[in-house]
């Protein structure tokens, strides 16, 4: 895969993105579906959120990426929040999935299993060159 990569860095015109960027794009384009899917079985506040990414899956984002998006989820009334008082301090906020929410995280799952089963059935062939 190193060569690959390395080729293509190499090949790419001068104005291209870089392969690690198609990487962030890749990740970042996902990350919508990750955060909806991450508050499929009930609400979480926003450090179980991190922790839900980053434990199921390759996704490790900062504080800093997950709150506006979640601020912009719940724009789109796709979750809601509530202030909830914890035995240890601070308040905390939780997020949950609205019924429109967990109708579009459907939507969108359904979607991106048939693109990558799809995109899988194409990259087979490379599997096999190593």
């Given amino acids: 895969m190193y060569d690959i990569v390395y080729c293509m860095a190499r090949t790419l015109p001068a104005d291209s993105p870089s392969p690690d960027k198609w990487e962030v794009q890749l990740r970042k384009g996902s990350l919508e579906l990750a955060i909806l899917a991450s508050l499929w079985g009930g609400r979480l506040y926003g450090l179980e959120i991190l ?65 990558s089963a799809s995109l899988n059935k194409l990259l087979a062939p490379l599997g096999k060159e190593k």
């Avoid at 601020?71 to 601070?90: I, N, Y």
């Fill in 51 to 115: 922790r839900r990414l980053e434990s199921g899956s390759d996704l490790i984002v900062s504080e800093g990426t997950v709150y506006p998006l979640l601020s912009r989820l719940k724009a789109l009334g796709l979750l809601r929040s509530e202030w909830v008082e914890s035995d240890g301090g601070h308040p905390r906020k939780y997020y949950s999935l609205t019924p429109f929410g967990k109708h579009r995280a459907s939507e969108m799952a359904s979607f991106w299993l048939r693109f």
